[in-house]
């Protein structure tokens, strides 16, 4: 069975610093992996994909993840964060399953950006 | 394009009383799904719908249930509601390919209040 555990629950940084989110999944199978935004009373909205194709995923609003085979992660980050990037992230894998839908969602990060 | 759909946007209710959600997909999808995230508890997988079959469903009791019609549109039904099923409900659809990576598309979702 798979997994994901975001190993923050909050993190907090200043307007213009890096954003660094973990996430680490565990999966027998090789995974697809995502991670998506919401914001305040808003649904989520996604923010890259990993299927197995090149390592560095680039995706919407400047944010970016690497897979690490290896170390089993798909941490999310961004070069400078901006005070609109403040809201939950979710991290989820996806494996091959007769239910297509077996997708597991982490815990989330808040992601606060101070001015 | 349109995006995922959902009505109504709030919906109070009392304890016992039943409430209906409605979610229609963005267009050519044909699998619809519907979360719970209620706070503090992170989403819950409830329902999957696939080309109007109920395809899985997540532990729930029986009071939540739904139905896909032939258009894919989808609503959720809550039965005897208690405190507890305050949550914000949200639906997401997927590309009717039947392969792990098609990522899930959310709605802004219903939020539900129970007095």
Redesign the interface.
């Known amino acids: 069975a798979q997994s994901v555990t975001q190993l923050d629950s909050h993190v907090s940084v200043s307007e213009g610093t890096p954003v660094l989110l973990r996430c680490n999944y565990s999966s027998s199978y090789s995974p ?1 992996l ?1 991670w ?1 935004v919401q914001h305040p ?6 923010l890259l ?1 990993y ?2 194709a090149a390592t560095l995923v680039k995706g919407i609003n400047g944010f970016e993840a690497e897979f690490k085979k290896s170390e089993t992660s798909f941490h999310l980050t961004k070069p400078s964060a901006h005070m609109s990037d403040a809201a939950e992230y ?1 991290c989820v894998v ?4 007769y ?5 597991r ?4 990060t808040r992601l606060t950006v101070k001015p | 394009e349109a995006g995922v759909t959902q009505s109504p946007t709030h919906l109070i209710k009392t304890r016992g009383q039943q409430a209906t959600l409605r979610c229609s997909p963005i267009s050519g999808h044909t699998s619809v799904y519907w979360y719970q995230q209620a706070l503090g508890l992170g989403l819950q997988f409830l329902l999957w719908y696939d080309e109007g079959e109920e395809r899985n469903r997540g532990n729930f009791p029986p009071r939540f249930s739904g139905r896909q019609f032939p258009n894919y549109s989808s609503e959720l039904n809550v039965n005897a509601l208690e405190l507890e099923d305050s949550a914000l409900y949200l639906c997401a659809s997927s590309s009717s390919d039947r392969v792990f990576n098609q990522p899930q598309h959310f709605g802004d979702g219903t939020r539900l209040s129970i007095l």
């Open positions: 697809s995502f998506y009373n808003k649904g989520l909205q996604l994909k299927t197995s979710f996806s494996v091959p399953s239910n297509n839908n077996d997708m969602f982490g815990a989330g």
